[in-house]
């Protein structure tokens, strides 16, 4: 590789955002020769993922599960030999028909949901039959202005099963349905051949051995990138030919290109030389919809394993118990809305679960809001109407010297952790191979 002598301060490339797509952009650039400075905002490194002490236990604040069903993960799992930890298979169920909470099995709540699942993503396959090419659709084009919600509403269903579907995915955008993309469902479930229940078990149910710190870290130890935190990026300016990155405080690092790898709703806080591009202005103007909550909290008892399932436009829409330990159980609840309800105000919890399982008593809660947390801005990017036709491939376009990377962007499993993987392998690939000499280029 052709590379010319370094100035002092200078780097290859300047990594902006030490989350998986950041700490995977790192290594392999770093692998193949290249001086990479990462900084990041604040003090550790994982982005949306971050294994706490809280209430007395490691607990996931953020992305937490990951399947085999997901190559880059697996791939990168198997490459530092880390293991699975899964979460207790559900023994009881409850669910709210429009009316009242219903109790049964978690099979029969499966079965409710398939009632709707099974028709509403039946083409699936079709219109993404090569599901890491979305874009290759030839289909796309035609629905992708068709929102989720609607289609719901087309389906003639029950009261029962409508509002057990709309609560599901709700649950799976972590956000309103109002513009939410069917073609973002069908993506999803393309991904696991058309099988929804896959898709599910691929959600929720297998975490990281050591948590998802205990990854982040492997990869950033297998690099020799230099790792900055608490630097708060303000600007780039790409337009003397190389990427001067600005911090907020005044430092000022230099490079022959950047990399942003923070997410979608965290990109407005830097100030891009030159103007980003109206392509790439509007889709940042209209933003995702991932805007919802994550609420960690314990119930008195060592309970069987359950889970729950409210109405969708409730402030906490789904719980799932996952730990009993020390006279306790630890129950995740996830919301669509950040601004409804506060992840640490106990008695706003009480009375959610109240209505699904009046016999727990909630202790205490604990949760970080990333909707309102200036470095993130959304929990897992989930998309709106038309991201696909209008967005995607003008959020991936490199802007001068600086290129771009992150879940949001990714081709296959967009909102999860294998997605940031799958993007960053794509990103760097690009610059790895701008800066090999053209003769040598597969």
Known sequence: MNRTPARPGHHDVIVVGAGFAGLVAARELSHAGLDVLVVEARDRIGGRTWLDERMGMELEIGGTWVHWVQP?????????????????????????????????????????????????LADAMTVFPLPYSPLSSTIVDEIDGDRLLERIRSLGLTSEQASVLEAFWTLNFN????????????????????DWKLNFEACATYKIAGGTKALASAIASDSSATYALGVDVASIDTSPGEAIVVARDGRRFTADAALVTVPLHAQDRIAFTPELSASKRDALDRGQLGLGTKTWFTVEGEH?????????????????SEYVHDGKTYVIGFGPDAGAIDPFNVLAIQEQLSKLRPDLRVLESAGHDWVHDEYSGETWPMHR???LTRSLAALREPHGAIHFAGSDLADGWGGFIDGAIESALSASRTLIDARRPSDTRA
């Open 385 to 387: 109407t038309g991201f």
């Open 72 to 120: 880059h993960v697996w791939a990168e799992l198997r490459r530092y030999g880390i293991g699975l930890a899964p979460s207790p298979l559900p023994e009881t169920a409850a669910w709210w028909n429009g009316e009242q909470a219903v109790a049964g099995t978690p099979d029969q709540l499966l079965d409710l949901l398939d009632e709707g699942n099974t028709p509403l």
């Open 304 to 320: 069987r394993a359950f889970v729950a399932m409210g109405a969708a436009d409730w402030p906490l829409t789904f719980f799932q």
């Open 175 to 194: 956000g309103r349905l109002d513009d939410a993309a069917f073609t973002q469902a069908l993506r999803w479930v393309a991904l696991t051949n058309g």
